[in-house]
C-alpha cells in the first residue's frame, strides 16, 4: 500500500498559556496542504517490523520514529503482523508543516485499512493523540480548528479557491520546543 502523507498549515497561532502538564493551551486553524512524502507498507520479508527511510536525513533512531511508534502504538491495542516501511521524507522538518506527525497518523490509517482493523476515524485519532498534539488532525485531514493542546478539534468551512499558499522554507529550523518556549 502506498499514501502520500501531506504537510499543513496552521492559519494564525495564537499560544493562550501554559499549562500545569508542560504543554500550551492554543488556538489556531490547521490546513492540509498537498506538499507530501511518500510511504509505503508492505507484508514483512522477515519476521520483525522495519522502518527503511530515505530522502530529507531524519536524525533518529528507527524506533524513535514517529512511524514506528505509530505501528507500536496500534500493535498495543490489537495484534498486527510484521511489515516493512519504506518512507521518503520529503517534507521538510523544524518548520511547522507536520511531515513526521503525518506520517504517523497516515501510517495508522494504513495498517487499518491493510489489515481490515475496522477502527473509525474517532477511534484512530485517539491513537494518533498519544503520538502528538498535531496528529489526530491528519486522521481527518481537513481544516480544523484546533484548541487545547491541538487535539480538540471542530470542522471549519474555509474556501481558499482563488487563493495561492506559497511555502517558503528557509535553511534555519526552529525546534517546537524551541518556539514554545517564549511564552
Known amino acids: ?4 502523507p501531506n504537510a499543513k498549515i496552521n492559519l494564525g497561532l495564537d499560544i493562550l498559556r501554559k499549562r500545569p502538564d508542560g504543554y ?3 488556538e489556531t486553524v490547521m490546513v492540509p496542504v498537498p506538499w507530501c512524502d511518500v510511504l509505503e507498507i508492505v507484508p514483512a520479508k522477515g519476521s520483525e517490523t522495519t522502518l527503511t527511510v530515505s530522502g530529507r536525513k531524519v536524525e533518529c533512531p528507527m524506533e524513535k520514529n514517529l512511524v514506528m ?3 507500536r502504538a ?3 491495542e490489537v495484534s498486527l503482523p510484521p511489515v516493512d516501511i519504506y518512507l521518503r521524507k520529503i517534507i521538510p522538518d523544524g518548520a511547522g508543516l507536520g511531515g513526521g506527525s503525518s506520517d504517523a497518523s497516515f501510517t495508522l490509517l494504513a495498517l487499518n485499512e491493510l489489515f481490515s482493523l475496522g477502527y473509525n ?7 494518533a493523540s498519544t503520538l502528538g498534539a498535531d496528529c489526530p488532525f491528519f486522521i481527518y485531514n481537513t481544516p480544523m480548528l484546533c484548541t487545547g493542546t491541538g487535539t480538540d478539534m471542530e470542522p471549519v468551512e474555509l474556501d481558499l479557491k482563488g487563493h495561492s499558499i506559497l511555502i517558503v522554507k528557509p535553511q534555519v529550523s526552529v525546534p517546537t520546543a524551541a518556539a514554545y518556549s517564549h511564552t
Open 69 to 71: 511508534k505509530a505501528y
Open 74 to 76: 496500534l500493535e498495543a
Open 1 to 4: 500500500m502506498i499514501l502520500f
Open 121 to 127: 476515524r474517532e477511534e484512530l485519532a485517539r491513537i
Open 24 to 26: 500550551h493551551d492554543i
